[in-house]
């Protein structure tokens, strides 16, 4: 089945879940050493973005939009929409081009999030309203929030151990040849199988 969906990221995090001096303190740099102060921000964002791509979760808050060219992947009024990230902690805004293409927002009262299940539904006795009729254009559009708060003190610890975990195996193996750090790989696979439990927050 084709995929009917896109995935924007519309604000970006004002922080990064692991600070420099966290990076630091864990690599036993320091704190008055700046000598690879610019790498280490560069590797902390790097792996920041390698974690959230790989547990599939936004990790300090961030608005992200979602635009699909119709309700759900089956075109079923009275079915759910999937979002595709998680860690949502809340429900923006739900948009929609009407029949005469003109966009609504649809009021709150009409729909309800699952977040076991990262899916939106038409409220009890509501169905998803008509869209549309142009062809190869998204009619649906989603904002939500996800994250686990706007500071990294918020940030679960399992997660800021992953991203030093990367940090460190990147700063003292650039080029990715020595197998002595392999075991901070392993540590890091390891981190990220348990937060990709269905049952993990």
């Known amino acids: 089945m084709p995929m009917n969906w896109t995935l924007t990221r519309v604000t970006n995090p004002s922080n990064l879940p692991v600070s420099l001096s966290e990076v630091k303190k864990h690599l036993r740099i320091s704190e008055t050493d700046t000598t690879h102060d610019s790498h280490l921000q560069l590797l ?29 992947e089956v075109d079923n009024a009275y079915g759910s929409i999937k979002l595709y990230k998680r860690a949502i902690t809340n429900i ?12 609504q927002t649809l009021d709150p009262s009409k729909y309800t999030y699952d977040a076991g299940r990262t899916r939106l539904w038409p409220a009890a006795g509501e169905r998803w309203p008509d869209t549309s009729s142009e062809q190869n254009s998204n009619k649906v559009e ?15 610890r399992s997660m800021k151990a992953a991203i030093m975990l990367c940090v460190g195996k990147w700063f003292f193996d650039p080029a990715q040849e020595g197998s002595s750090l392999h075991s901070q790989e392993v540590a890091y696979e390891k981190l990220v199988m348990t937060l990709m439990r269905s049952t993990y927050p």
Do not use: H, M
């Not at 923006?92 to 966009?103: A, M, N």
């Not at 989603?142 to 679960?156: C, L, M, Q, W």
């Open 44 to 72: 902390i964002e790097a792996a920041t973005e390698r974690l959230e791509d790989d547990i599939d979760r936004q990790i300090v808050t961030a608005n992200y939009k979602q635009s699909q060219l119709s309700w759900d």
């Open 92 to 103: 923006v805004s739900v948009k929609y081009y009407d029949s005469d293409g003109v966009q």
């Open 142 to 156: 989603i904002i939500f929030t996800a994250g686990y708060g706007n500071t990294a003190t918020t940030v679960p």
